[in-house]
């Protein structure tokens, strides 16, 4: 089972590269990030047509997560116990596959800049929110990923310039101890677990020539329950798409379970 995640940052301007996406790889779950439309504004007919069922949490001009699924699933849309939250940044789906059911969320965590605004604060609460929901995920025994742009990194491996992030909300201790929480429940990192080289990167900001520089952070993440670590077979960034004219400043990242 192939499941891939991806910040696609705005779905209406992006929709040739995602269908293209969808043709090359053929994931049977695609994660999309940062859809930037209402639900009703979703080109659905045109995903449907790729040959995927489509489940969206979505939100005017910001924001916003989808599952693009080629099985039929059942979907909660929103953070369970943080529904009073106007941002739609959570979405969970079960989809069957040949070895049972994979749950699998999309989530868009908050940036949380500048730490020392209320951002930072509703960052955090989110992220705590967020652990308490994998916990109880993890005592149904099933495949997980969580899947997603955790605006994380979580490691000085995982970004160009550990310095220069320092002050920044992503790598802040507070927040890298969080996204630690989570893998102390007992989820482990994907691509850490098939690798431990640096420079593997999903983001490059638009500004100051990021990409050709590969000044890059590695944000988005697939975390994955005993019973998927279990399964994993390899985990690979399709940063070919970073490249592309009129590119999402997010690339794919995406796993195979057996």
């Known amino acids: 089972m192939r499941i891939a995640s991806w910040n696609v940052n705005s779905v209406r301007q992006r929709i040739e590269q995602l269908l ?14 940062e859809i930037k439309c209402e639900d009703a504004a979703f080109p659905r007919a045109e995903v449907e047509d790729a040959g995927y069922n489509v489940a969206t949490h979505g939100q005017k ?3 916003g997560v989808a599952i693009l699924s080629k099985r039929p699933i059942e979907v909660v849309r929103g953070l369970p116990k943080f529904e009073h939250d106007p941002q739609a940044r959570y979405i969970e789906a079960v989809a069957p596959d040949d070895a ?9 965590l908050p940036n949380g800049n500048p730490p020392s605004s209320e951002k930072y604060a509703y960052k955090l609460a989110f992220m705590d929110c967020l652990a308490a929901h994998a916990a109880s995920l993890l005592r149904q025994e099933e495949a997980v990923v969580l899947a997603g742009d955790y605006n994380v990194i979580p490691a000085a491996g995982d ?9 920044d909300a992503l790598f802040l201790p507070e927040t890298r101890a969080r996204f630690q ?21 999903t983001f490059w900001d638009y500004q100051a020539g ?14 994955v329950s005993p019973q998927a670590a279990d399964r994993l077979k390899s985990v690979a960034i399709d940063k070919e798409l970073r490249a592309a004219g009129r590119a999402s400043d997010h690339a794919p990242i995406r796993l195979d379970l057996a």
């Open 210 to 223: 990021a990409w050709p520089k590969n000044h890059g952070l590695r944000i988005d993440h697939l975390l």
């Open 181 to 201: 929480t989570l893998l102390n429940l007992g989820y482990a990192d994907a691509l850490r677990a098939v690798s431990d080289a640096p420079g593997l990167y």
């Open 61 to 63: 001009t910001f924001n």
């Open 20 to 33: 293209a996406y969808l043709r090359a790889v053929s994931p049977d779950v695609l994660c999309l990030q």
């Open 100 to 108: 049972g059911v994979v749950r699998i969320a999309s989530i868009y």
């Open 159 to 167: 970004v160009y310039d550990p310095q220069a992030w320092a002050g």
